[in-house]
């Protein structure tokens, strides 16, 4: 009998960094893993957290800092990271074209404006690293926020000296000559690069008093890593087949996030101590956590299983 599994995932379902978890489902890995997977879609990070405080899903898929600020709060159901998607959010900090003059560097951030898409936006976080690593603070730059379309555009008309723009629209205005890349976090190598240390953002968690079962999870990540191999090789248009059309409408827009997501990913899905320590570093450096969060040492809320990534048949 195939097990049944309940998955939620942060919305929107355009995001990125949740891309082969959809794919997964729509292509049938989890279904040739002998595993029935139920997506779930909340509305953004949080939703996800607080749905497996609330033991509404067995796995969930969101952001390690929305875990830790909105996700269980007892030791008994403390999360448990079983599978590792993204070193960061897929943003570059660019400077705008007509202000390269002026920013040349992170040191050269304070009295400027920095755009970002939205108050509390989850790349404030490594906003917040990047300016303590020089040195700075949050408080020594003026942020303001334009939205997604309205980020770009202020980038174009030098509204803002830099901004933290997502993908697909940094590549689009690094590409026209727009912008200059200030720091890439867009791959988990730019990630190692800017921040010096391997990072975990993105990734999948369990409750440790619900646990899946390891041989389930081998079966999951299986199905998960196939998925970001169809991710990294499969055109637009051959995953437009079997993909909803929320996510692939408009076609050129996703062609365009599709291309950004070919190196996203973490290599097997793998995650370390030290990239959890590394991450729970910049969380704090960015908003206090709440005083009711548990933060779990790193080696507590990393899940080790003897994981068999090798497909059923190879197993003897």
């Known amino acids: 009998m195939a097990q049944a599994l309940t998955l939620a995932v942060s919305g929107p379902t355009s995001s990125p960094e949740y891309l082969p978890l959809r794919v997964a489902e729509a292509e049938g890995h989890f279904a040739k893993e002998g595993l029935v997977v139920t997506l779930k879609t909340t509305r953004a990070e949080p939703g996800a957290a607080e749905a497996l405080a609330q033991g509404q899903a067995d796995l969930v898929a969101t952001s390690l800092e929305a875990m830790l600020r909105f996700g269980p709060r007892t030791p008994k159901q403390a999360p448990r990271l079983v599978l590792g998607l993204t070193a960061a959010p897929p943003v570059a900090l660019v400077v705008a074209e007509s202000q390269k003059e002026l920013v040349r560097s992170l040191e050269d951030l304070p009295g400027t404006r920095v755009g970002v898409t939205a108050p509390g936006a989850p790349e404030q976080a ?7 690593r020089a040195g700075l603070s949050p408080a020594q730059v003026w942020l303001v926020s334009r939205g997604d379309r309205g980020l770009q555009h202020a980038v174009e008309t030098g509204d803002v000296h830099t901004a933290l723009v997502r993908e697909p629209a940094a590549s689009r ?25 391997a990072t975990v953002n993105a990734a999948v968690f369990m409750r440790a008093d619900r646990a899946v079962r390891d041989r389930d999870l081998a079966a999951f990540t299986r199905a998960v890593l196939a998925a970001e191999r169809r ?7 051959a995953l437009s087949e079997r993909l909803p059309t929320s996510i692939t409408v408009p076609a050129d827009d996703f062609e365009a996030r599709l291309a950004g997501c070919r190196d996203l990913y ?35 809320l990393l899940h080790v299983s003897r994981r068999v990534l090798t497909p059923p048949a190879a197993v003897r």
């Open 126 to 132: 490594w906003l917040a690293w990047l300016l303590a």
């Open 173 to 197: 205005l690094l590409a026209a000559g727009q912008a200059r890349l200030l720091v890439d976090l867009r791959t988990p190598a730019a990630v190692s690069q800017a921040l010096g240390a």
């Open 231 to 237: 991710v990294a090789t499969a055109t637009a248009q």
């Open 266 to 300: 973490l290599a097997d899905g793998a995650v370390t101590v030290e990239q959890v320590r590394e991450t729970l570093t910049v969380i704090r450096a960015h908003l206090p956590l709440p005083v009711t969060a548990r933060v779990p040492p790193p080696e507590e």
